[in-house]
């Protein structure tokens, strides 16, 4: 098992940063690809960001391409976003995930964390 749980969410405004940080323990850290999501209010799951095992490879959404980073320290356990150039559309509750290979699907994740709550005002 792989338990997760992230912090750094909060209000901010529009055109403001946040890092997020999600620390994990249980299972070697370094064997999970991780994922950041978001789920809106009455929007389903989307994906966000994700980072290889290794921290060699990260791909984004679209939407949040140039002002979010993903990246992971995996001696202190823990992965991060990066969040920049926010904007009210931004505003979800963010969860981290982990799986073996990565990937932008929410159902092939295995650990989720409970979720840190972001708002944008404008």
């Known amino acids: 098992q792989v338990q997760l749980v992230e912090s750094g969410g909060g209000l901010v405004q529009a055109g403001g940063s946040l890092r997020l940080s999600c620390a994990a323990s249980?299972?070697?850290?370094?064997?999970?690809?991780m994922g950041w999501f978001r789920q809106a209010p009455g929007k389903e799951r989307e994906f966000v960001a994700g980072?290889?095992?290794?921290?060699?490879?990260?791909y984004y959404a679209d939407s949040v391409k140039g002002r979010f980073t993903i990246s992971r320290d995996n001696a202190k356990n823990t992965v991060y976003l990066q969040m920049n150039s926010l904007k009210p559309e931004d505003t979800a509750v963010y969860f981290c995930?982990?799986?073996?290979?990565?990937?932008?699907?929410?159902?092939?994740?295995?650990?989720w964390g409970q979720g840190t709550q972001v708002t944008v005002s404008s």
């Open positions: 980072i290889s095992r290794s921290g060699g490879s990260t």
């Open positions: 249980g299972r070697t850290f370094s064997s999970y690809a």
């Open positions: 995930a982990g799986n073996v290979y990565g990937g932008k699907i929410p159902t092939s994740y295995s650990y």
